[in-house]
């Protein structure tokens, strides 16, 4: 079924309605499987406004997620919240979650990983404990990460059914938790520059691997910013 998302005159039109959609990342956790997939766009959608071609419109869909058109523009969004598998596994058992999403057992009115949940600590110890977290080279974990998201993406992207588009894009959620390496702000000047060299590797690797034949743009949504790779290079875009 495909349903209206958003319609806008303008890219000031756009953002004002997305606006009211500004949760933090981490009450947009608590929402359910296609509320997210919303949020998730419309992170996407904010920084991307004024180079979008208007009248806009945006539908929700099924493979892809949206499907956005405008005069001489087509574009379908396909969305992922890449988390740590073993968290996956346990959503039966950590409230009844929705297969894709991750809510950690939380105290009231707390938005955060709850790591010291006795409860998430039990389910996780058969599996070695809190996931995702590599304290020798957190770098490569999330590379390791982020490529095989691409590529089960592209599986999808391959499948009969899949509504392809002349220009696709794939949204990923980059829910990992690395606390080695915390997503920063552009003016933490430092930290940002590791940052972008270590996207600059994942463009690099993926355009080895042809991933932009299927999918003009890779953006990948974090707290503070939203990185955009593509085969002619990577742009990264403060988020509001």
Known sequence: MIELSWRAD???????????????????????????????????????????????????????????????????????????????????????????????LLAPGQHDWDWSNPLLQRLLAPRGGRPGFDDEDPAGLWLAVMRWAVAKKRDIFAREGFRQQPHNVLLLHDNWPLPAMPCVRLCEEAAAMRWRQLVAHLQQALQAESAFADWQQVAIVQAQVVWQLQAEGVQVLERA
């Open 10 to 104: 303008s890219p000031a039109a756009l953002q004002a309605q997305l606006g009211l959609e500004g949760l933090p990342a981490e009450q947009a956790a608590l929402l359910d499987k296609k509320p997210r997939e919303r949020w998730l766009m419309s992170a996407w959608l904010m920084v991307n406004a004024r180079v979008l071609a208007y009248p806009l419109r945006v539908h929700g869909s099924e493979r892809p997620d949206f499907l956005l058109s405008a005069p001489g523009m087509a574009i379908g969004v396909e969305c992922m919240e890449v988390v740590p598998e073993e968290l996956k596994r346990l959503q039966p058992q950590l409230r009844e979650i929705n297969s894709g999403w991750v809510q950690p």
